[in-house]
């Protein structure tokens, strides 16, 4: 079996009197993208951090692409590609000196004209870096992280700042390292970014992971898990529905006006609902039967209050 | 999608590798030393403030001195060139890179640590060598002639005075947050620019000029001014003060250096 990319275990990291990851272990197999899902605070950019080589593991193993990040950089460094968060360059340097510091670190480097090219920067490429938006922060350093042809790319919140089209660039572009065998790491609090491009999520809260799975295993309804949710006046009286619906099913109104039918949704279910409104003498509206997201998945697990 | 065939396939597959040092080495600190001259602030304080203190305190009779003032100012300002830009220029840009990040991006690729400083001293020499260019030119133009004889002691003072600058531009840039480098830089620089002035005033031997010469900038200027304008071996507290400047902020600044 080959060996993963990215193997962590039992991890912690203390800052102070905070612990900042709590026992966290993933595994990440090569030509693979795992996506780090998590509130603020979390532990992402610690954890990646550490498989970086920037901090020191307080306990738990490390293994990146074989190596120790904490003792063999030297070694490692040259395989990886790393975007930080919040991106890094010479606040004056512009987008194609930059390329070319870090191409020239490299051995068989992306010809940095093309980089800036694909990534919509080649009409700032003379622009100090201070001066470009962040979504253009944002893609120099993700060429940054990829002039190197790395085997492995550590990419801490890659979209965050960007608009809607150079998101779906970024995730493209994704899509293609995919293709090509290198193995990603990425780190995200935007569910439809790793349901679209990971192979695996990792949904971290409190330095320590809530869940784990393919998006499609972590959004498979279980069976009770599905819902047929409509909108209609407010206080209706659901005895008679939750009466009349299939065993396993229940209903309740969720916030005045919206309910919602959980359990096995089958037409026979459908059928129930609108015969009791037509009952009721009301008209359901936006009536649908929806699959649980990665959103209420991670909410579920992560809590809804707002963190500080 | 019009997108679908952006990427041909095979694009990205892998071909990791470290480049060769001295590329990485030639790029860094080219780079680093068009930054530096592009900067108007940092260019300001690099060359055109020295020269303008070069013609401005050798035309106008300012200064008291004994013989040529030009013998007298032209090592001084050479002195304080090398306190701008190894000192305050690199203090000011390295607070601000790392505020950018870009220490942290450097570290992160194949480039080793050491390399990163190497980097950052190679493009401080090569500020130090254009400015040793033009006010030298200048200064020539003014009449100044300095002595054969001391120009490879000069030479030598102006390596150690850039690395004892470099060392203590490293030391504060490097370890407080950017804007409080850029006022101590600043501030720091004015002080010993006047101490630098109050040198040309004062004896070497009076009171006053003997804590200046425990400075680094006054054990530069005074080192600079026995070497070219005697032609004579300078104190040997020069190159001591210089010497134990450096190795004392280099010490420090290699456990106070942050990346970010």
Known sequence: MAVAAVDVSGLVKRYGGTTAVAGLGLSLPTGTVLALLGPNGAGKTTTVEICEGFRTADAGTVRVLGLDPATQGAQLRPRIGVMPQGGGAYPGVRADEMLRVVGACAAHPLDPAWLLDILGLESVRRTPYKRLSGGQQQRLSLACALIGRPELVFLDEPTAGMDPQARRLVWELIGALRADGVTVLLTTHLMEEAEALADHVVIIDKGTVAAEGSPAELTASAVDDQRLTFHARAALPLGLLVTALPEGCTAIEITPGAYQVRGPISPQVVSTVTAWCAQQGVLADAMQVAKRSLEDVFLDLTGRELRS | ?260
């Open chain 2, 1 to 260: 999608m019009t997108t679908a065939n952006r990427f041909a396939p095979g694009t990205f597959t892998p071909a990791p590798g470290a480049g060769k040092r001295s590329a990485m080495l030639f790029t860094q600190a080219k780079t680093e030393t068009l930054l530096a001259l592009r900067n108007g602030e940092q260019a300001l304080l690099t060359l055109l403030i020295p020269l303008a203190l070069l013609v401005g305190l050798t035309v106008l009779p300012i200064l008291s001195t004994t013989g040529p003032r030009i013998d007298s100012v032209a090592p001084r300002i050479i002195a304080l060139a090398i306190l701008s830009s190894a000192f305050t220029s690199q203090a000011i840009s390295l607070g601000f890179d790392r505020r950018y990040g870009v220490l942290k991006r450097l570290a992160a690729t194949a480039i080793p640590r050491w390399l990163i400083v190497g980097g950052r001293m190679t493009s401080a020499v090569a500020v130090v060598v254009i400015q040793l260019v033009v006010l030298g030119v200048v200064a020539a133009a003014l009449g100044w002639q300095p002595r054969a004889a001391g120009i490879g002691w000069a030479l030598l003072l102006i390596v150690l005075g850039t690395l004892a600058f470099g060392a203590l531009g490293v030391l504060l840039g490097g370890s407080l947050r950017a804007d409080i480098v850029l006022a101590l830089a600043n501030i720091i620089w004015f002080v010993l620019l006047l101490a630098g002035a109050a040198g040309i005033e004062s004896s070497v031997h009076d009171h006053a000029g003997g804590i200046l010469l425990l400075l680094p900038s006054g054990a530069l200027a005074e080192g600079l001014y026995t070497a070219l304008g005697h032609g004579t071996t300078p104190l040997w507290e020069s190159t001591v003060v210089l010497l134990v400047w450096g190795a004392v902020a280099a010490g420090v600044a290699t456990r106070t250096t942050k990346l970010t």
